[in-house]
């Protein structure tokens, strides 16, 4: 009987006859239907791109394109300033604090520039670097955005649930930031960003681990409860000292909570576009894999096992296999323990492996979103069972931000 899977790959195979792996395809279809869903689960409040789960320009744009979509949220300054003078967008907001000395010095010698990008703070001392770069009294005035820690610490500091982000954890920290900032000359504070991590980036409904999930799903909803009146109070502390043109939360894994909490104006997702792996351990919602690579066979060392040229494409974060490549199709597939993917070889064994033969493609999935594109120059965008066009990542244009 031959499945959806089945059909997918085969799908995939007449599309992509005519090239040589290693690539990278992106399914449009699967591709939009995720803008679609992540628009609806955002309930009407703007979706924020995270560029980093993307890097390449013309999907950002497509993404920007569709109702629902407004501003980007880069990973570093250099990025920021480059996606704004090649007009993917007017309205950029920095991730991360930045020590970028030769980015701040070309922000500061811009009007538009100074316009379009906003920085994130959470200590003065970045403030401080921003004018050793260039004076208040020589520059337009530079927008700022404060990060808010957003982990739940249910016993004070001795339990730490979420990422090591801003030292400002409190809203009465939040609002002494504030009023810092806005005695700065030479800044303006125009927005206040809380991630969730705890929620947004981490799955709910690990695969073969039902209480592992009901624990994570207990920690999410008391994390929620506690985040929601801490947000609340942080942006009433801040809007004392300030307007706030936006206060940003969320990422993917959190689209339909974080827009529900009323302080928050915009949510920020990125990864549902393409689907990666590690978002198949969410209940609530799962994207619908749009994003894979594939690499050729290139030898049978036994009658049960294929091994493919190269394939360690392996996502950042904690060592574990969650942050493994998954051979996707044919399904059946599984990585031998003692190597895993290897950099320049990966055997695979498993029912499907049996069937492939020399010269075969293996198509796998990323554990994660944009981490795909710093492994390949461009992304081949198919409609049906055709190569529609073909576009740059970042690294195809020769950009590595970090």
């Known amino acids: 009987m031959t499945t959806e899977r089945d059909k997918l790959r085969e799908r995939l195979e007449r599309a992509t006859a005519h090239l040589d792996p290693p690539y990278a395809v992106v399914d449009l279809a699967a591709f ?23 890097r390449s320009r013309a999907l950002a744009g497509r993404a920007l394109g569709r109702p629902g979509w407004r501003g980007v949220m ?36 811009d009007a538009t520039l100074a316009r379009t990008v906003t920085l994130m703070v959470d200590d003065p001392g ?19 955005c404060l990060d808010l820690d957003a982990s739940w610490r249910p016993l004070g500091a001795r339990v730490h649930i979420g990422v090591r982000r801003s030292p400002v954890h409190s809203a009465r920290a939040a609002g002494a930031l504030a009023a810092a900032v806005t005695r700065r000359p030479g800044f303006t504070l125009v927005g206040l ?23 994570i799903r207990a920690v999410q909803r008391r994390s929620y409860r506690e985040l929601l009146a801490r947000r609340g109070a942080a942006v009433r502390a801040v809007r004392e000292h300030a307007d706030l043109e936006f206060v940003n939360g969320g990422g993917t894994g959190s689209v339909a909570a974080t827009s529900a909490d009323p302080a928050v104006t915009e949510v920020t997702a990125g990864s549902g576009l393409y689907g990666p792996t590690l978002f198949d351990g969410y209940r609530v919602w799962r994207p619908t894999p749009a ?5 050729a066979v290139v030898r049978r060392p036994t009658p049960g096992m294929a091994t493919v040229h190269g394939g360690g494409w392996i996502a950042s974060g904690p060592p574990a296999t969650s942050r493994l490549p998954t051979p996707w199709l044919p399904a059946g597939l599984r990585m031998v323990g003692a190597e ?7 055997p695979l064994t ?39 066009d073909t576009v740059p990542t970042y690294r195809g244009e020769g950009r590595a931000f970090l």
């Open 32 to 54: 939009d239907a995720n803008a679609v869903a992540l628009t609806d689960r955002a309930a009407g409040k703007p979706l924020r791109l995270a560029s980093k789960s993307i």
């Open 74 to 109: 880069a990973f570093t300054l250099a990025e920021a300033i480059w996606l704004a003078r090649t007009g993917v967008t007017d309205d950029v907001l920095v991730a991360y604090p930045t020590v970028d000395r030769t980015a701040l010095a070309e922000l500061t010698g």
């Open 126 to 144: 970045q403030l401080d670097l921003v004018d050793a770069v260039r004076a208040p009294t020589g520059r337009p005035g530079v927008r700022v």
């Open 193 to 215: 960003m809380a991630y969730e991590a705890q929620i947004a980036g981490l799955g709910d409904a690990p695969p073969g681990q039902a209480a592992l999930g009901a624990a």
């Open 291 to 295: 994003a894979y690579f594939a690499c």
């Open 340 to 346: 895993g993917a290897g950099e320049v070889q990966t």
């Open 350 to 388: 498993g029912p499907g492996a049996v069937g492939l033969r020399v010269g075969d493609r293996v198509w796998f999935r990323h554990a994660k979103a944009g981490e795909l594109c710093e492994r390949v120059n461009e992304l081949h965008l198919v409609v049906g069972d055709e190569v529609v």
